[in-house]
Structure formats: structure tokens, C-alpha cells
């Protein structure tokens, strides 16, 4: 199976900040990449795919970047909106796995 | 409008089995990829299984000869029969539709999650 490794685990920042999580793969998954926003008690929310295709709805301080085995998620200027766990998932085969998740916490 | 309502979710002893239901309403599910994801307390988004639309089941190897995943088209609703369960097995379970036009997509749509709490 492909495993998938996200990074920082947890991320302090301060609104209006410049926020880069970054998300590996064990083998190329070409593009195949999603990240989904999840808050507490609430199901995630897809925000990126194909690596770098910004979904309908989703603001436009989110972009997406990487192909291959490396992966990021800026976040251009932090909103207050935007405090919730971050996750990549790779589609590429058919185990569908999630990295462990990032959550960005208020500073 | 697409909804997915999840149903089934309870309190199981371990080694117990439950079915969770997934009913579907604003598209097909036969002919799209459906996924079951779940969420233990406090932790991440587990992948656990996956349908495609012509039928092929895939799962994770934390569940892969315990769970068995399906659906029934003339109700329009997924499924996961879960056996064998243990104590890790406690999680939310979402049921989710990845997106159209061919396999190998994000998932757009997730349900609402039905807790399942294995426990003596």
C-alpha cells in the first residue's frame, strides 16, 4: 500500500500568516493527490484536487502544488475560518489512504 | 442535491458484528466509486473500504477479511457488514461518494457518520 506522511503534526499560526503543509508519498502517485479541511464534528471538506485543482467554493488563499512523491498546501493569508485539521489522500490505487492529518491551531 | 444519510451505528460487544447503511439520494450509487471512511475518537481519517461502479471491493488491511462492503442497487443504498469487531474498531463511519466521470477520484460528497462504539 502507499502510505502517505503529512507534516507538522499540529502547526501554530497567527491570522494573516503564510501557512505550507506538506504531504509525502511512499511511491509516485503522478497527481492523484486531494486535501480536505475537517472542524470538529463536522465530515471533511474536499479543497483541493489533482494536486493543485482548487474545488468550487473553496477560497482562494488555498492552492495546491506537487506531483510525484511530494506534495504541499499553502494557505496564502490565514483566516480566522481556516483553523480546523488539514488531510491529504492519494487516489491513486484503490487503497485510498489519508496522511495523519494536520490541524493549525491559533498562535 | 446529493445526500448521503448513514444509519446502523450502536454499541456492539467485542467480537460482535453490526451493518451500517448508507441511503443515497440525488444520484446512483451503482454507477459511481462509494467509500466507507472512519474516525476514531480524537484521530485522524481512516480509509476502510471502497465499491466501484462495476463492482470490485477493495479494503484496508486493518479490516480486510473482517468487513465486507456493498450495495444494493433497487434501494440505492451502501453497506458494510462488519464481523469480528474489537475494540479498535470504535470510530464515527462516513459513508462518501467519490466524485464522477471514471475511477480514481477525490471524494465530493460525505455523509453525516454513524458512530460505532465496540465495547463490553
Known amino acids: 500500500d502507499i502510505q502517505m506522511t503529512q507534516s507538522p503534526s499540529t502547526l501554530s499560526a497567527s491570522v494573516g500568516d503564510r501557512v505550507t503543509i506538506t504531504c509525502r508519498a511512499s511511491?509516485?502517485?503522478?497527481?492523484?493527490l486531494a486535501w480536505y479541511q475537517q472542524k470538529p464534528g463536522k465530515a471533511p471538506k474536499l479543497l483541493i484536487s489533482?494536486?493543485?485543482r482548487l474545488e468550487s467554493g473553496a477560497p482562494s488563499r488555498f492552492s495546491g502544488s506537487g506531483s510525484g512523491t511530494e506534495f504541499t498546501l499553502t494557505i496564502s493569508s490565514l483566516q480566522p475560518d481556516d483553523f480546523a485539521t488539514y488531510y491529504c489522500?492519494?487516489?491513486?490505487?484503490?487503497?485510498?489512504?489519508f496522511g495523519q492529518g494536520t490541524k493549525v491551531e491559533i498562535k | 442535491e446529493v445526500q448521503l444519510v448513514e444509519s446502523g451505528g450502536g454499541l456492539v460487544q467485542p467480537g460482535g458484528s453490526l451493518r451500517i447503511s448508507c441511503a443515497a439520494s440525488?444520484?446512483?450509487?451503482?454507477?459511481?466509486?462509494m467509500d466507507w471512511v472512519r474516525q476514531a475518537p480524537g484521530k485522524g481519517l481512516e480509509w476502510v473500504s471502497m465499491i466501484t461502479s462495476g463492482g470490485s471491493t477493495y479494503y484496508a488491511d486493518s479490516v480486510k477479511g473482517r468487513f465486507t462492503i456493498s450495495r444494493d442497487n433497487s434501494q440505492n443504498t451502501l453497506y458494510l457488514q462488519m464481523n469480528s469487531l474489537t475494540t479498535e474498531d470504535t470510530a464515527v463511519y462516513y459513508c462518501?461518494?467519490?466524485?464522477?466521470?471514471?475511477?480514481?477520484?477525490?471524494?465530493?460528497?460525505w455523509g453525516q457518520g454513524t458512530l460505532v462504539t465496540v465495547s463490553s
Open positions: 462518501a461518494r467519490e466524485a464522477p466521470h471514471g475511477g480514481g477520484q477525490p471524494i465530493d460528497y
Open positions: 489533482k494536486a493543485s
Open positions: 511511491q509516485s502517485i503522478s497527481s492523484w
Open positions: 440525488g444520484f446512483t450509487v451503482s454507477t459511481n466509486y
Open positions: 489522500q492519494q487516489y491513486n490505487s484503490n487503497s485510498r489512504m
